[in-house]
């Protein structure tokens, strides 16, 4: 590419692809960019990643030095956000339009959002009217790359008497996904918290007039936005 020609989504591979969006996810999360965290995330081995990296690098995507987090450039970390809003409004169509089941959407997104074109996208999104957030409750960046704040906190870390409202759920897990979905646990539902009972690993919330028993692990995988005061 010429400097008067920047890259684009279409020019990059799926591969390609991936690895941005497996470096974007890690650090929007909070976690440390390395590439034996990516390779866990792809399910890839860590050699194939770091090969993988040394290509985001050449392609001035990434920086990376031996033994340091692997850092997005602004042109990495665009065309990653561009990424991640295609992805989501793939879902939120599946979902609204073609009635997805919650657990079957990232997969199924995953697939098609290497081969459409950002023109299908944007007609996507016109004709979703612009949804703010996908199945899960993830924030979908604007077209600019503009992202809603989050100002959230993992259930399980929220105080035993608070009270909020699920903001979004994590979707890298279809059974968790599934367990969520049967005892109503979604984006938008207002939960309080009856009690923690760590060292059994068990957290009751009060949901929709009704008691119920979550695993610290299914509580992590959601989000909520707690009152105040």
Not at 97 to 113: I, Q, S, T
Not at 184 to 191: K, N
Not at 209 to 222: C, E, K, L
Request: aromatic content about 4%; proline content about 7%.
């Amino acid at each position: 590419m010429t400097d008067d020609q920047p890259l684009r989504l279409a020019d990059l591979t799926p591969t390609i692809q991936g690895y941005l969006m497996a470096a974007h996810a890690l650090g929007a999360g909070g976690e440390p960019v390395t590439s034996s965290a990516m390779a866990e995330r792809m399910g890839a081995s860590p050699s194939t990643v770091s090969e993988g990296v040394r290509k985001l690098v050449a392609l001035g995507l990434a920086e990376h030095r031996p033994y340091a987090p692997v850092e997005l450039t602004a042109t990495g970390h665009s065309l990653a956000v561009a990424m991640v809003r295609r992805h989501r409004i793939i879902e939120t169509f599946l979902a609204q339009c073609l009635e997805y089941p919650w657990d079957a959407v990232h997969a199924e997104a995953d697939a098609l959002e290497h081969v459409v074109s950002d023109r299908f996208v944007d007609a996507l999104d016109a004709f979703l009217d612009h949804p703010r957030r996908d199945p899960h409750g993830d924030p979908i960046p604007t077209r600019d790359g503009r992202v809603d704040p989050l100002g959230d906190t993992p259930l399980d870390s929220a105080p035993e008497g608070s009270t909020g409202v699920v903001t979004r759920v994590s979707d890298r897990d279809n059974a968790v996904l599934r367990h969520l979905a049967d005892i109503g646990l979604r984006p938008d539902s207002r939960v309080h918290v009856e009690s923690r009972q760590v060292e059994l690993g068990i957290i009751t919330v009060s949901l929709g007039g009704r008691s119920v028993q979550v695993g610290t692990p299914v509580a992590a995988a959601v989000r909520v936005r707690l009152d105040e005061g």
